[in-house]
C-alpha cells in the first residue's frame, strides 16, 4: 500500500491507533491530518502503554516519520509534555515534521470553549478544538511559522484577551507569560517545521509508504456527522484532501476502522446504545473510558445502518473490525440492521439529529462464542461464531473484513486474505 488512510468509521476510538502502528510497521511517512489533541490513540507493544494526542503512531517504529499537516490543531503544551511521557518510557525520539500551517491552539480557546457553554452541550473533549477552528475561519488563527515574529504573537494575543474582557476574564491570562512560553515551545520544533505536503508529495512519488492517520470518526465529520453533536474538523477520507493538499487520487486503499460493538463519548444520539447489562459487560469487558478526558464511554451494539454510511461516505476498500474479543462470553450478539420510524423500516441514515433519536434499531441476533481469541492471527484460528459475525458484516455493508482485533497488544490481530 504506497498510500492509504485509516479512516474511523463510528464515533471516535475504534483503535485506530493500533490498527495504524500495524500497518506502519512498513511506512516510510505517518500522516495525522485532522483534529488536535482531542484524539487519544492507544498503542501497546514491548516500551509499555502509549497515548498519543498528536503524534502520529507510526512515528513509534524507527524508521517511520511522524508528520503533522496543516488540518491539525496544534497544542504545543500538550505535544512536549507527549513527548516527555514517550522519553520516560525509554522510547527512541521520534522524528517529526510539523506543517508551517499549522493551526496553534492557545490558553483563550480552552477559555472560550467553557464560556461559550459547547464544553457542556456537546460534551467535547475540553481541548480548544472548536473554538482554535473558528478562529482559523475567521482569519484569525496564529500559524506555527506566525511564531518567528514575536510582535505578531503579542499583537495576537492581546486582541484576543481584549476580547475575553468583555466577559470579564481577561485577568486569567498574561499575554507577556503566553509570548515568553510560545518562543521557547517555539524554538524546540523550529527545526522540523517546513512544508509537510510537499515532503509527503516528493516521498509519494518516489514510491515511499504513507499512511494517513485519521482522528476521531466519520460519525464526528463536521458535515457527515450527527450534527451538531460533532468535532470541528473533516474526519473522513475527506479530509486528508483538506488537511495535508495531497490528493486522494494517490491512496489504493482507505481502511474504515470499526468496533465489533459500538462507543461514543460525549452528547449526541446512539440509536444501539444499551443502558442496561449488555452495555455494562462492553463498558467494563472493552474497559470503555475515554483515552484523553477518562470518562466512561457510552456503550451499545453494532449498528450496520450506520456503518454502511460510512462505507458509502469513505468508499472504504475495507475494513478492521476492531476489539472482537470483548463479545465472547455473550450468550449472543446483537447486530443493526435496519431503524424503524414513524414511517415503517428504512436503511437509510438520517441527516436530521432529531430523527436519529427517534428511531429504533431493529436487531438481528448470531450466536456468541466461549473461546480466547487473543492467540488468533489468521482466519482458520477464529471459532464459526465470529466467522458468521464477520459475513454478516460484509454482506450488510458491502466491504470485505481485512482485519480483526483480537486484544490490545499489537500482535493481537488476525489478518484475513
Ligand atoms: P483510537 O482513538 O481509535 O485510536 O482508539 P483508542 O485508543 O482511544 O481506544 C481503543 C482502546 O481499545 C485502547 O485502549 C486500545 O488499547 C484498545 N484496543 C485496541 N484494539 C483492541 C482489541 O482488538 N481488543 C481489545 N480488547 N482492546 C483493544
Ligand atoms: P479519537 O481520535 C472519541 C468527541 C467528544 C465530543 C465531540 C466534540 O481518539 O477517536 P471536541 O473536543 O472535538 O470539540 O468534542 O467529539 N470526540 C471524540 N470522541 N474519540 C475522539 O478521538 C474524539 N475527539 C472528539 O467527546 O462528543
Ligand atoms: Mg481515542
Not at 517545521?193 to 492517520?213: N, S
Not at 494517490?250 to 444520539?269: I, Q, S
Request: proline fraction near 4%.
Amino acid at each position: 500500500m504506497p498510500a492509504g488512510a485509516v479512516i474511523g468509521a463510528q464515533w471516535g476510538d475504534e483503535a485506530k491507533g493500533k490498527v495504524t502502528h500495524f500497518l506502519a510497521r512498513e511506512a516510510d511517512y505517518t500522516v495525522r491530518f485532522n483534529g488536535g489533541p482531542n484524539a487519544g490513540h492507544t498503542v501497546k507493544d514491548g516500551y509499555g502503554t502509549a497515548r498519543l494526542h498528536h503524534i502520529p503512531v507510526g512515528a513509534l517504529h524507527p524508521g517511520c516519520v511522524g508528520a503533522l499537516a496543516h488540518g491539525v490543531a496544534l497544542d504545543l503544551w500538550t505535544l512536549r509534555d507527549e513527548l516527555t511521557a514517550l522519553r520516560a518510557q525509554g522510547r527512541p525520539e521520534p522524528v517529526l515534521r510539523f506543517s508551517d500551517r499549522l493551526h496553534l491552539i492557545l490558553p483563550q480557546h480552552k477559555l472560550r470553549e467553557e464560556l461559550g457553554g459547547s464544553a457542556q452541550r456537546i460534551g467535547t473533549t475540553r481541548r480548544g478544538i472548536g473554538p482554535c477552528y473558528e478562529d482559523r475561519a475567521a482569519r484569525r488563527g496564529l500559524r506555527l511559522a506566525d511564531l518567528a515574529d514575536e510582535e505578531a504573537v503579542r499583537s495576537s494575543l492581546q486582541l484576543a484577551v481584549q476580547e475575553l474582557g468583555a466577559c470579564g476574564l481577561q485577568e486569567t491570562l498574561s499575554v507577556e507569560d503566553i509570548v515568553r512560553e510560545l518562543a521557547e515551545l517555539y524554538r524546540q520544533v523550529e527545526s522540523r517545521m517546513g512544508d509537510v505536503r510537499a515532503e509527503i508529495a516528493t516521498a509519494l512519488e518516489r514510491g515511499k509508504r504513507v499512511i494517513f492517520e485519521g482522528a476521531q470518526g466519520t460519525l464526528l465529520d463536521l458535515d457527515w456527522g450527527t450534527y451538531p453533536y460533532v468535532t470541528s474538523s473533516s474526519t473522513t477520507v475527506h479530509g486528508v484532501g483538506w488537511g495535508t493538499g495531497i490528493a486522494v487520487t494517490r491512496f489504493d486503499a482507505v481502511l474504515g476502522v470499526a468496533k465489533a460493538y459500538t462507543t461514543r463519548v460525549g452528547e449526541g444520539p446512539f440509536p444501539t446504545e444499551d443502558t442496561a447489562a449488555g452495555g455494562e459487560h462492553l463498558r467494563e469487558v472493552g474497559k470503555e473510558y475515554g483515552t484523553t478526558t477518562g470518562r466512561p464511554r457510552r456503550c451499545g451494539w453494532l449498528d450496520l445502518v450506520a456503518l454502511r454510511y460510512a462505507c458509502r461516505i469513505n468508499g472504504f476498500t475495507g475494513l478492521a473490525l476492531t476489539k472482537m474479543d470483548v463479545l465472547r462470553g455473550l450468550s449472543e450478539v446483537k447486530l443493526c440492521v435496519a431503524y424503524r420510524t414513524g414511517e415503517g423500516r428504512t436503511d437509510v441514515f438520517p441527516t436530521r439529529t432529531g430523527e436519529l433519536m427517534e428511531v429504533e434499531p431493529i436487531y438481528e441476533s448470531l450466536p456468541g462464542w466461549k473461546e480466547d481469541l487473543s492467540r488468533a492471527r489468521e482466519e482458520d484460528d477464529l471459532p464459526r461464531a465470529v466467522r458468521s459475525l464477520l459475513a454478516a458484516v460484509e454482506g450488510h455493508v458491502g466491504v470485505p473484513v481485512r482485519l480483526v482485533g483480537v486484544g490490545p497488544a499489537e500482535e493481537e490481530i488476525v489478518t484475513l486474505e
